[in-house]
T-cell receptor, first 115, second 115 residues
Framework: AQSVSQHNHHVILSEAASLELGCNYSYGGTVNLFWYVQYPGQHLQLLLKYFSGDPLVKGIKGFEAEFIKSKFSFNLRKPSVQWSDTAEYFCAVNGEANSGYALNFGKGTSLLVTP | DSGVTQTPKHLITATGQRVTLRCSPRSGDLSVYWYQQSLDQGLQFLIQYYNGEERAKGNILERFSAQQFPDLHSELNLSSLELGDSALYFC??????????????FGPGTRLTVT
């Protein structure tokens, strides 16, 4: 079964600092990878996704992620965070056919950006 | 706005009771997923429906059931509620996970509090 591990549970950064959130998955087959963001009191929004092709994917709001197959990683990055990036970030990998390709989520990383 | 709607937003009920949560997928999406988000378990997949039929089950309790109607809206029924069932319940929709990719769009969630 697939699993997703997010290394940082809580991250505090000052505005303009660079961000990198770690995500590792365990699955030997073809994977689709996602990062979702959940702003306080809101629903999950898709930040970016990787299905195939260029391993460096760009998403909304200046976020990007790099798929490194050899490391089973899909880290999220942003060069300069803003206060409005304060949110919970979830890495996810799609499951197998017998799970209807449901998403397996990591535990999430809570990001607090201070002014 | 993802295009996925869920009602109600909040639900407070007592132990032993039964509740029904409702989800309408995005226009054109045939597949509906239900997820539970709690502090201790994180985001967990419960069940998936595709075009009216159950397709996959995750960590769904026997006290919980769901269905998808001909108009593609879905309902999640939770019965014999326990305190531990208090959580956020999200619905997500996608076009067809077997189409090769599985980008899911999440609704705003229903916050269930069992007292």
């Amino acid at each position: 079964a697939q699993s997703v591990s997010q290394h940082n549970h809580h991250v505090i950064l000052s505005e303009a600092a660079s961000l990198e959130l770690g995500c590792n998955y365990s699955y030997g087959g073809t994977v689709n990878l996602f990062w979702y963001v959940q702003y306080p009191g809101q629903h999950l929004q898709l930040l970016l996704k990787y299905f195939s092709g260029d391993p460096l994917v760009k998403g909304i709001k200046g976020f990007e992620a790099e798929f490194i197959k050899s490391k089973f990683s899909f880290n999220l990055r942003k060069p300069s965070v803003q206060w409005s990036d304060t949110a919970e970030y979830f890495c996810a990998v799609n499951g197998e056919a017998n799970s209807g390709y449901a998403l397996n989520f990591g535990k999430g990383t809570s990001l607090l950006v201070t002014p | 706005d993802s295009g996925v709607t869920q009602t109600p937003k909040h639900l407070i009920t007592a132990t032993g009771q039964r509740v029904t949560l409702r989800c309408s997928p995005r226009s054109g999406d045939l597949s509906v997923y239900w997820y539970q988000q709690s502090l201790d378990q994180g985001l967990q997949f419960l069940i998936q429906y595709y075009n009216g039929e159950e397709r996959a089950k995750g960590n769904i309790l026997e006290r919980f059931s769901a269905q998808q109607f001909p108009d593609l809206h879905s309902e999640l029924n939770l019965s014999s509620l326990e305190l531990g069932d208090s959580a956020l319940y999200f619905c997500a929709s996608s076009v067809d996970p077997l189409a090769g990719v599985n980008e899911q769009y999440f609704g705003p969630g229903t916050r269930l509090t069992v007292t």
